[in-house]
């Protein structure tokens, strides 16, 4: 299962990919993060593998997060023709997926986030959600970006939300 979501942030480019990048932000903006630990390397460098843990409902998920590309590696004076690329590869019980981020200048004062999402299910439960829900993975990718959107833009932290 293949699926791309996009939004538009009202920052410049170089300021959400650094918001985007900071470790410390997540549990501010990636709803129902428990746990994002490197295992080896540095925090959201090309090359780290991380634990990451979130709460799903009633349950918790422990999945193995490894960054697969990161460019430019410094987020500093990024040349405006220049994308931002955040990658990753997500292992989890009966689950694979890849996500491939693109920030683009939209405009001086607008960023534009293209996240193209693939999952790979083994298992016969895993293949049966993936094959029933699809449209919830992508609605979860879509709410992980309007809640980044928010937190960049306004300082709205998703801990501080009852829904």
């Keep these: 299962m293949t699926y791309t979501v996009a939004i538009e942030i009202a920052l410049p480019r170089e300021k959400a990919a650094r918001l ?7 549990p501010k903006w990636l709803r129902g993060l428990v746990l994002h630990e ?3 390397g540095e925090h959201g ?3 780290t593998t991380s634990r990451v843990v979130m709460q799903m409902g009633r349950r918790q998920v422990e999945c193995t997060e490894t960054i697969t590309r990161r460019e430019p590696a410094d987020l ?4 405006h023709t220049s994308v931002v690329h955040f990658e990753r590869e997500i292992v989890g019980e009966g689950m694979w997926s890849a996500v491939r981020d693109r920030l ?3 405009g001086p004062e607008t960023t534009l986030w293209e996240s193209e999402n693939e999952y790979r299910f083994s298992g016969f439960l895993m293949k049966l959600v993936g094959l029933l829900m699809p ?8 709410q992980h970006m309007q809640d980044f959107k928010a ?8 801990r501080d939300t009852t829904d």
């Design 151 to 158: 937190f960049a833009e306004q300082g709205r932290d998703v």
């Design 76 to 79: 500093r004076e990024i040349p």
């Design 45 to 47: 460098q090309l090359g």
């Design 38 to 40: 490197p295992l080896s």
């Design 135 to 142: 449209g919830a993975f992508r609605r979860q990718s879509h």
């Design 20 to 26: 985007l990048a900071d470790p410390a932000h997540l």
């Design 104 to 106: 683009t200048e939209a």
